[in-house]
């Protein structure tokens, strides 16, 4: 069964420094994956998507991923947190046509 | 600008009342979804539709019905028979089922009173 684990309900960060949300999958099949983002009462949004070209995906607003399938994982980074970064983030696993989402990472970003 | 229309925004309903929840998209999208959202979980989905008069249950239709008679319009009915209805409910389009790429509203809330 396909699954995903994001590993940190919470991630608190000062402004200005990286930002590393984790995630791992589980897929009998070659996975595409997918970071979503949603900010307060608000849909979510895509950030970016991996759909096995590339293993280092670049996204909107600076975050990037990269997959690695020998540890199973997608995390998510970003080299400078903006207070505008934060948001909820939601790992994403697609198998054929089925979207299997995370539990959320919530970011935090300080002053 | 082309988007996905959720309304009402904020919705309360007494006990053993349906309710309807509205969806409109006019990006042209075959597919569309709907998800329930509660705190501390991820998205799961109730019902999805990949084109005009078909739709299948996700994995918690139960208390749930939806319709398909327009390409632009999927609404739900929250129905009596839902124990636990109070949450947040997001719509979803996408051009395919097969890219995972979804576009969402800005979701609705429902609170049982």
């Known amino acids: 069964a396909q699954s995903v684990t994001q590993l940190d309900s919470h991630v608190s960060v000062s402004e200005g420094t990286p930002v ?14 997918f970071w979503y983002v949603q900010h307060p009462n608000k849909g979510l949004q895509l950030l970016l998507k991996y759909t096995s070209a590339a293993t280092l995906v670049k ?11 020998s540890e199973t994982s997608f995390h998510l980074t970003k080299p400078s947190a903006h ?17 299997v989402f995370g ?9 | 600008d082309g988007g996905i229309t959720q309304s009402p925004k904020y919705l ?4 053993g ?3 309807t929840l509205s969806c409109e998209q006019n990006l042209n999208h075959d597919a569309m979804y709907w998800y329930r959202q509660d705190p501390g979980q991820g998205l799961r989905l109730i019902y999805y539709s990949q084109i ?3 739709f299948q249950k996700g994995d918690i239709a139960e208390g749930y019905s939806v319709s398909r008679e327009k390409k632009e319009s999927f609404p739900l009915t929250v129905t009596s028979a839902q124990k636990n209805p109070t949450a947040f409910y997001l719509c979803a389009s996408s051009s395919s089922p097969n890219t995972g790429e979804l576009f969402f509203g800005e979701g609705s809330r429902l609170t049982v009173l």
């Open chain 2, 52 to 54: 005009v008069n078909d």
């Open chain 1, 103 to 111: 539990t959320g990472t919530r970011l935090l970003v300080s002053p």
């Open chain 1, 83 to 99: 207070m505008s970064d934060a948001a909820e983030y939601f790992c994403v696993v697609s198998v054929r046509t089925k979207l």
């Open chain 2, 17 to 19: 009342q349906n309710v």
């Open chain 1, 59 to 69: 996204g909107i607003n600076g975050f990037e991923a990269e997959f690695k399938k």
């Open chain 2, 12 to 15: 309360f309903r007494k006990e």
């Open chain 1, 20 to 33: 590393l949300l984790r995630c791992n999958y589980s897929s009998s099949y070659s996975p595409s994956l």
